[in-house]
C-alpha cells in the first residue's frame, strides 16, 4: 500500500486493470504520485473492486488530490502545465458515431439505393479502421461491392469521395441543429487551457469540415478562433498511425513531449503514444471495452463539477510522473 507523510513523499498505486479515483474512473500502469502534507498513510486504505482508492482526508490547498464528495478529482500539484492540449473530436468532444456518423452513413447509403445498412455492431468493428472513405473501402472490398459502384479503381475512389462527400453534408445538420451535445468536462477543460496560456488543437481523421462545424457548433466562435484543427486528409496516413500528431506538434510548434492528448479509441492512443505524447483516454460508447494499457490515464470522460474527473493541472502532472515496475 501507501505511506506518506510530507511533501516529498510517494503513493505507489498498483492494478492490472485500474487505479480507480471513483468507482467509474481510473488511472492505468504502476504510477507514482506526489502527495501533500495532509496526507496520511491511514486515509489511503479503501478498495474497490479490487483497485485502490484514495479517501477520507480533504487536501491543504486543493493541491494533490482535491475531496470531492465520495470521490476525488485528478488534480495534481504540478509546476508544468502542458504546451498544448490535442483533443480527438469523435468520441472525445462529442460521442458521434452510433447516433452521429453511423445514422449519416446509412441514410447517404439510402439516398443512392445502395442496399447497405450498417448496424450498431458491425459499425464498431468498421471503427478499427480509422477515416470514413477508407472505413467504406474496406467494407466493400470484403463483402462486395454495389451493383451501381462503377468497375475501375480511379472511378470507385471517386465514388467513395461522393458518398463521403454527402454523408459529411448530412452529419453537419445533425451537428448545426445541436442533437448531439458536447461530452461532460470538454468546454471546461479547453476554457482552462486556453485561459492558461495553453495551445489547443482538435486532431481527427474525420472531414475537416465535420470537425470545425463540431467546434464552432457545439464549443462557440470565441473558443472555435483559438483551436486549430487538423482533420481529414490533412496527412496521407490515419491513425494509428502518429503522422496527424506529428503535424500538429510541428505547426503548433511544441515538442512532442509538452504535449497531452485526450483521446478514447485505441487508435487513437496507438497514434498519440508513436508521437511521443502523453495520451489520457475518456472512453466512449463504442471504446468501452478496447485495450487501454499503455494509457497514462483512463477515465469514464472528462467531467463537470461535481462530477469532475480531472482537470488541466493533472494533465500537466503527466510531464512530469515518475513510473516504477
Known amino acids: 500500500m501507501a505511506t506518506a507523510a510530507s511533501t516529498s513523499s510517494l503513493i505507489t498505486l498498483k492494478s492490472n486493470s485500474a487505479l480507480c479515483c471513483t468507482s467509474s474512473l481510473s488511472f492505468t500502469a504502476t504510477q507514482v504520485i506526489k502527495t501533500p502534507q495532509s496526507v496520511s498513510s491511514s486515509s489511503l486504505t479503501s478498495s474497490i473492486n479490487g483497485c485502490t482508492r484514495i479517501s477520507g482526508t480533504v487536501l491543504k490547498n486543493n493541491n494533490g488530490f482535491r475531496r470531492k464528495r465520495s470521490g476525488v478529482v485528478c488534480s495534481a500539484a504540478s509546476s508544468n502545465l502542458p504546451k498544448a492540449l490535442l483533443f480527438d473530436c469523435d468520441g472525445v468532444l462529442v460521442d458521434t458515431e452510433k447516433d452521429g456518423h453511423r445514422i449519416s452513413f446509412n441514410d447517404t447509403f439510402a439516398e443512392k439505393e445502395l442496399g447497405v445498412t450498417w448496424d450498431v455492431d458491425l459499425y464498431g468493428e468498421l471503427l478499427k479502421i480509422g477515416g470514413g472513405k477508407e472505413r467504406m473501402t474496406a467494407y466493400f472490398n470484403k463483402v462486395g461491392w454495389p451493383e451501381k459502384a462503377p468497375k475501375g479503381d480511379q472511378e470507385r475512389k471517386e465514388f467513395i469521395a461522393s458518398l463521403h462527400k454527402r454523408k459529411t453534408e448530412l452529419f453537419m445538420v445533425l451537428i448545426e441543429k445541436k442533437l448531439l451535445p458536447l461530452r461532460p468536462g470538454v468546454a471546461k477543460l479547453i476554457d482552462q487551457a486556453l485561459g492558461s496560456g495553453v495551445k489547443v488543437a482538435v486532431c481527427s481523421t474525420s472531414n475537416e469540415k465535420a470537425v470545425s462545424a463540431i467546434v464552432s457548433c457545439l464549443l462557440g466562435p470565441e473558443r472555435a478562433e483559438q483551436i486549430q484543427i487538423f482533420a481529414g486528409d490533412v496527412v496521407p496516413r490515419k491513425k494509428p498511425d502518429p503522422a496527424i500528431y506529428q503535424l ?69 502532472s503527466l510531464l512530469e510522473k515518475q513510473y516504477v515496475s
Open 248 to 316: 500538429a506538434s510541428k505547426t503548433l510548434g511544441v515538442e512532442p513531449s509538452s504535449c497531452v492528448v485526450v483521446e478514447d479509441s485505441a487508435i487513437g492512443l496507438a497514434a498519440a503514444k508513436a508521437a511521443g505524447m502523453k495520451c489520457i483516454v475518456t472512453k466512449s460508447g463504442y471504446t468501452a471495452d478496447e485495450d487501454f494499457l499503455n494509457a497514462d490515464a483512463v477515465f469514464d470522460c472528462i467531467g463537470d463539477p461535481p462530477e469532475e474527473r480531472f482537470d488541466l493541472a493533472f494533465c500537466g
